[in-house]
T-cell receptor, first 112, second 113 residues
Framework: QQQVKQSPQSLIVQKGGISIINCAYE??????FPWYQQFPGKGPALLIA?????SEKKEGRFTISFNKSAKQFSLHIMDSQPGDSATYFC???????????FGQGTTLQVKP | DSGVTQTPKHLITATGQRVTLRCSPR?????VYWYQQSLDQGLQFLIQ???????AKGNILERFSAQQFPDLHSELNLSSLELGDSALYFC????????????FGPGTRLTVL
């Protein structure tokens, strides 16, 4: 019940296309859902995060869509660029604790 | 640069040995988290300290221990190392005890031979 399931495992998108990564969870006590971006040899970096009181959050080309009833959330990367090529992790946590439960990750390759 | 520093960057050691990984949080952050990243297990939470006190524990082996010092830096001690302990170990820090953005360090790559 503490798991966060992420799909797809890998994704190839053409430059300018939309990248979509999905995550699902079981534990309804989760109330904080961040997405992290990780480049090879680096630590994960927070990209965008959402709480369940909103259904969508947009920051630049990155959008989180959140479906509380389906217990699913997704990351959309609009106008994908080669520089977006990285591994993306969804995560969830329960307030007030900070422990993050991560999905398995999605390796995104954006072809020029 | 997240502002979180970790040393060493790489560590190669033998089975049965003991190592210490060090983490300095961002200035002003009171919480330190340790995560293990491996190919088969992904990113797994190990333990959290908040202002010197243990706050939460994850799937941390009994052979592993951690502490946070008065200057807020933290150390993760791994003992009786096994081949399967080879992984990337990340430290993250946040301002408060939970629900805040966690900033990750660059990690320590541990190789056990």
């Amino acid at each position: 019940q503490q798991q966060v399931k992420q799909s797809p495992q890998s994704l190839i998108v053409q430059k300018g296309g939309i990248s979509i990564i999905n995550c699902a969870y079981e534990n309804t006590a989760f109330d904080y859902f961040p997405w992290y971006q990780q480049f090879p040899g680096k630590g994960p970096a927070l990209l965008i995060a959402i709480r369940p009181d909103v259904s969508e959050k947009k920051e630049g080309r990155f959008t989180i869509s959140f479906n509380k009833s389906a217990k699913q959330f997704s990351l959309h990367i609009m106008d994908s660029q080669p520089g977006d090529s990285a591994t993306y992790f969804c995560a969830a946590s329960i307030s007030p604790g900070g422990k993050l439960i991560f999905g398995q990750g999605t390796t995104l390759q954006v072809k020029p | 640069d997240s502002g979180v520093t970790q040393t060493p960057k790489h560590l190669i050691t033998a089975t049965g040995q003991r190592v210490t990984l060090r983490c300095s949080p961002r200035s002003g952050d009171l919480s330190v988290y340790w995560y293990q990243q491996s190919l088969d297990q992904g990113l797994q939470f190990l333990i959290q300290y908040y202002n010197g006190e243990e706050r939460a524990k994850g799937n941390i082996l009994e052979r592993f221990s951690a502490q946070q010092f008065p200057d807020l830096h933290s150390e993760l001690n791994l003992s009786s190392l096994e081949l399967g302990d080879s992984a990337l170990y990340f430290c993250a820090s946040s301002v408060g005890g939970g629900g805040d953005t966690q900033y990750f360090g660059p990690g320590t790559r541990l190789t056990v031979l």
